[in-house]
Structures are given as structure tokens and as C-alpha cells.
């Protein structure tokens, strides 16, 4: 399941090709040395947009000879895909590195490269110089697209080869991408982030906001619908500002539009909506959809103006609250899911109240709830008041159970209903069962068999467990 993507930059992808020629000859005598094929293990930390830029590492890997293995022990040369969003999640790099010098004790032909959001800090690469020498490869988030040139010069040199960029204007796609499902796929429509919340490091590891040419993107999903695709997610930080620096610039509700054109793709998403950028226009472009899914993610983050302030979010509590109301008049069985962040510096416990208080009125079908995590170089890094950590705990706990109350109070509305799923994969713990996602982004597990495997199937839901169903395809005579 090899393909080439679009692109707008021809000369690098043509060169990176070459690149690639040359090093599947450094891979088949590796392989000659070995006596069997190489392997490789590409692990992702982080969201989406990390996952796909996985997906494309992949697709060089296995172009050039590797094979996929799940396992780092199994590996000979293993990538972490790293995220630096919040410090656990630099943490769990750290501590896997510590396990990956033990492996490489033992098998010293085995390579490590790190890449991702976490590679573009200063005090990471130093960190990693000092520290994980045994590390041979490191790049930023700007550099991937020039992995295989990368991959030569680690072949060709003994020390650790190092690469960060600041920016680039770049926008290379022609390149294989190996994907995880054949039914569906991320998108790219845009790359970096210009909002600048005050907390969020995303604006400095991943640069100025670029969008894709639409034709391009049109011409991706339809190579992708050619080749099997039912579900295509569009990807980018803040996807409502689409197309604002385009030569001609077009709104995301139009590209939505184009997309929905594509015969052969049945179900579309996206990820992530900033609530400024929300337009009318978008709300009636999935509104009138079949294909758009029913699922909104706008991430809250607080509920207390003060605090949305000092985020430098540009939206109040009423004007979520408005547009959270508009949506759902619009869309009565949309789910919206959000992201909120406990602790942001200066927030008090009846802060966090407005922000429970806008859980219970909005009613999130889901909430991912994270603790404030201190990111060198935001400015909210440099704000005094940071909340002790009991606090922190505390004001947590309380939002927790108001997210799940709310959510399950949500998830129980369908049972009885008969919707249609995507069959995604076998059941993790019952291989008799498959599970297959609902428009509104929920799991269902239900008997079938796996030749269903990324059909969309009318499913009866039949009994809600607090955040997922299990149910069954009725037969003709039930409907
Ligand atoms: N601390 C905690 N959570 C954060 N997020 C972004 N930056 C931070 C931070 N410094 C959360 C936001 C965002 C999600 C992807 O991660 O809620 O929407
Ligand atoms: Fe970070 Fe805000 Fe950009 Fe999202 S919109 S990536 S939270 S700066």
C-alpha cells in the first residue's frame, strides 16, 4: 500500500527520489550482513498530524527496504515521531530512550533517529547531545520531507547527524506514504499555526501558518479514493482558517465543498476548529452534508473570561457558549468534543467553575482534560501566579466528573437507534466481535465478520457502556 501524494514542490520530491535509490543500496547490504530483511519501527507520540507525518517516514522506510515491526526490541532501526505539546510527553521520550540504549547495547548495528515537534527546542538537542549519544539521527518538523537524503548522510557517517530548520516555505507531498488503514487516511490541508495562545508551544516548533493548494489537495483525495479510501480526515492546527494566504484565497467551507465532490469518499472529518474562526458558512456546508461527519471538535480550553484573556484565545464564554448553541440548533445530533486545559497560571477554583459551568451547558459529548504544563518560551511560561499543584489536582478532579457525567448522559441518547458505522478493525479483546465508528465519532462492537473490514454497515445500538455500543447488523426482517 505504497502511493505517491500530490505535490507543489516537483524538483525536491525528484530529488529525494534520487535519494531513496541511493539509500535502498546502504539497506540491501545491511540486509546482506544480516542474512534476512532489515526492520524498522516508526513509534508516534502526539496528534494527528504527527501520525501521518509517520505514515510518509513509513513509506521511505518500507520504499527502501525495511520492513514494518510494531516492536522496538524486534527493530534495527527505530524513529520516535516526538511531541513536546505538554513536558509528559517529553518525559515518556526520555525514559523509552533509556530503554532503547539497553537494546542498542546488545545489537550495536542498530540505528535510533528522533524527529517531531520536540527536536525543534535548543535545550532538547543539547539535552540529547549530553546525554543519548548512542542517538544517530535527529531532524526537525520542517526537514521531513528530506528523510531519505537524511538516511544517506546517517549510512555514509559515524556520528550523530543533526538537522533542525527554523522554517521553511516548503509544501512537499509527492512522496510515498505507507498508511496505517486502507479505508482511511489524514489530509494535510495546512501546516504551523499563527494564534499564539499563550500557553501553547505549537506556533514555534511548527512554524507560520501554510495552506495547501486546494487542486492539490482535490487530486491527493482522489488518488486516495482510487485506491480504496472511504474516510478522509483533514488535518491541520486551525482548520477554519484555511486559505486566508493562498494566491487565491478560498475558505475552508469551499474546499469542504470540492472535497465532497470526490465520488468514492462516503465519509469526511477534520481536525482542529479554533471557535474564532467558526464561520456560518461552515455550519451550512456539513449541515446540508451527508458525507460530512457529525462530529465538531472546538477546543474550550477555559471557561472563565479572565482566563481566555490571559490565553489569548479571543472568544468570551457567552460567544462559545453562542456558537456551541448555534451549532446544535443547526445539527441537533452533532457531538461536540473539546480539549480544556486546568491550571493555566492565575486560574482559581471559581475559574474553573465557569469552565464546569460551560461542560453542563454545553453538554460535551467528550472532553479530553489536560493539567497546564509549563512550556519554556510561552509567554505564559513567564507569568507569575503559576497554580500550585493541589490546586491544580483539585480544580482537575472536579471538571473530570463533570466531563464524564455530561458524556455519558450523551453517549445513552442513540441506544435503540439503528446508524451507520465504518468497520474499522477486529475487537481487541473478542475476535469474534468487530468495531466499527459512528458518524459521531463513537466505537461499536458488534458480531461480523472481517471481510466487512472498511465497508459502512447499518448498525443497531443496542446497549450503551458509558462511552462506547455493543450491537448488532439487524437482518432484513428487523427493519
Ligand atoms: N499545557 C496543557 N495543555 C496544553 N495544550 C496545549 N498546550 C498545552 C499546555 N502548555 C492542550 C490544548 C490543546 C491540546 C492539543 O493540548 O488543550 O487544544
Ligand atoms: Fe496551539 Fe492555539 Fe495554535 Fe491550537 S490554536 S496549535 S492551542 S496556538
Known amino acids: 500500500m505504497i502511493r505517491y501524494a500530490s505535490t507543489n514542490d516537483k524538483a525536491e520530491s525528484e530529488l529525494q527520489r534520487k535519494y531513496m535509490e541511493k539509500a535502498a543500496v546502504y539497506v540491501t547490504k545491511l540486509q546482506e550482513s544480516l542474512g534476512r530483511s532489515p526492520k524498522c519501527c516508526v513509534v508516534t507520540f502526539g496528534c494527528q498530524m504527527n501520525a501521518r507525518d509517520s505514515e510518509k517516514l513509513l513509506g521511505i522506510l518500507t520504499q527502501i527496504g525495511y520492513e514494518s515491526v510494531e516492536n522496538e526490541e524486534d527493530a534495527d532501526f527505530v524513529i520516535y515521531n516526538t511531541c513536546t505539546v505538554r513536558d509528559n510527553a517529553n518525559q515518556r521520550v526520555y525514559g523509552r530512550l533509556g530503554f532503547l540504549h539497553s537494546l542498542k547495547d546488545k545489537k550495536p548495528h542498530m540505528r535510533i533517529a528522533l524527529c517531531g515537534c520536540m527536536m525543534q527546542e535548543n535545550e532538547v538537542i543539547e539535552k540529547i547531545k549530553k546525554s543519548y549519544r548512542f542517538v544517530n539521527l535527529i531532524f526537525g518538523t520542517h526537514n521531513l520531507f528530506r528523510f531519505a537524503q537524511l538516511l544517506v548522510t546517517m549510512f555514509e557517517n559515524q556520528e550523530m547527524i543533526i538537522d533542525i530548520w527554523q522554517e521553511t516555505d516548503q509544501i512537499v507531498e509527492e512522496l510515498p506514504v505507507k498508511r496505517r488503514y486502507p479505508y482511511k487516511s489524514g489530509v494535510n490541508i495546512m501546516f504551523g499555526c499563527n494564534n499564539f495562545c499563550s500557553y501553547c508551544i505549537v506556533p514555534y516548533v511548527r512554524g507560520r501558518e501554510r495552506s495547501r493548494d486546494p487542486k492539490e489537495i482535490v487530486r491527493e483525495i482522489e488518488d486516495l479514493a482510487a485506491d480504496g479510501v472511504v474516510e478522509v480526515m483533514l488535518l491541520g492546527q486551525n482548520v477554519n482558517s484555511y486559505g486566508g494566504n493562498l494566491d487565491h484565497p478560498i475558505s475552508f467551507a469551499q474546499l469542504l465543498r470540492e472535497v465532497e465532490q470526490i465520488d468514492g469518499i462516503r465519509r469526511i472529518r477534520f481536525m482542529t476548529s479554533h471557535p474564532k474562526d467558526l464561520s456560518d458558512e461552515l455550519i451550512e456546508v456539513m449541515k446540508q452534508s451527508d458525507k460530512i461527519c457529525r462530529h465538531l471538535h472546538l477546543p474550550l480550553q477555559a471557561g472563565?473570561?479572565?482566563?481566555?484573556?490571559?490565553?489569548?484565545?479571543?472568544?468570551?464564554?457567552?460567544?462559545?457558549?453562542?456558537?456551541?448553541?448555534?451549532?446544535?440548533?443547526?445539527?441537533?445530533?452533532?457531538?461536540?468534543?473539546?480539549?480544556?486545559?486546568?491550571?493555566?497560571?492565575?486560574?482559581?477554583?471559581?475559574?474553573?467553575?465557569?469552565?464546569?459551568?460551560?461542560?453542563?451547558?454545553?453538554?460535551?459529548?467528550?472532553?479530553?482534560?489536560?493539567?497546564?504544563?509549563?512550556?519554556?518560551?510561552?509567554?505564559?511560561?513567564?507569568?507569575?501566579?503559576?497554580?500550585?499543584?493541589?490546586?491544580?489536582?483539585?480544580?482537575?478532579?472536579?471538571?473530570?466528573?463533570?466531563?464524564?457525567?455530561?458524556?455519558?448522559?450523551?453517549?445513552?441518547?442513540?441506544?435503540?437507534?439503528?446508524?451507520?458505522?465504518?468497520?474499522?478493525?477486529?475487537?481487541?479483546?473478542?475476535?469474534?466481535?468487530?468495531?466499527?465508528?459512528?458518524?459521531?465519532?463513537?466505537?461499536?462492537?458488534?458480531?461480523?465478520?472481517?471481510?466487512?473490514?472498511?465497508?459502512?454497515?447499518?448498525?443497531?445500538?443496542?446497549?450503551?457502556?458509558?462511552?462506547?455500543?455493543?450491537?448488532?447488523?439487524?437482518?432484513?426482517?428487523?427493519g
Not at 337 to 360: M, N, Q, S, Y
Not at 361 to 381: E, H, I, K, L, W
Not at 403 to 426: F, I, K, P, S, Y
Request: aromatic share 8%; with cysteine; net charge negative.
Open 304 to 478: 472563565s473570561d479572565r482566563i481566555l484573556k490571559a490565553m489569548n484565545r479571543r472568544y468570551t464564554k457567552e460567544q462559545y457558549l453562542a456558537l456551541a448553541d448555534k451549532i446544535r440548533n443547526a445539527m441537533p445530533d452533532i457531538a461536540l468534543t473539546t480539549d480544556i486545559i486546568v491550571g493555566f497560571p492565575g486560574e482559581t477554583l471559581a475559574d474553573v467553575d465557569e469552565t464546569i459551568d460551560v461542560v453542563r451547558r454545553v453538554r460535551f459529548d467528550n472532553a479530553f482534560t489536560f493539567q497546564y504544563s509549563r512550556r519554556t518560551g510561552t509567554p505564559a511560561a513567564a507569568m507569575a501566579d503559576q497554580v500550585p499543584e493541589s490546586v491544580v489536582r483539585e480544580g482537575f478532579d472536579r471538571l473530570l466528573k463533570a466531563v464524564q457525567d455530561t458524556a455519558r448522559e450523551r453517549a445513552a441518547l442513540w441506544q435503540g437507534q439503528v446508524m451507520d458505522a465504518l468497520v474499522e478493525e477486529v475487537n481487541e479483546q473478542d475476535d469474534s466481535l468487530m468495531t466499527g465508528r459512528l458518524t459521531n465519532n463513537m466505537l461499536v462492537h458488534f458480531p461480523a465478520d472481517r471481510t466487512k473490514i472498511g465497508q459502512i454497515v447499518p448498525v443497531s445500538l443496542d446497549t450503551c457502556h458509558g462511552f462506547y455500543y455493543t450491537g448488532h447488523i439487524p437482518s432484513q426482517k428487523d
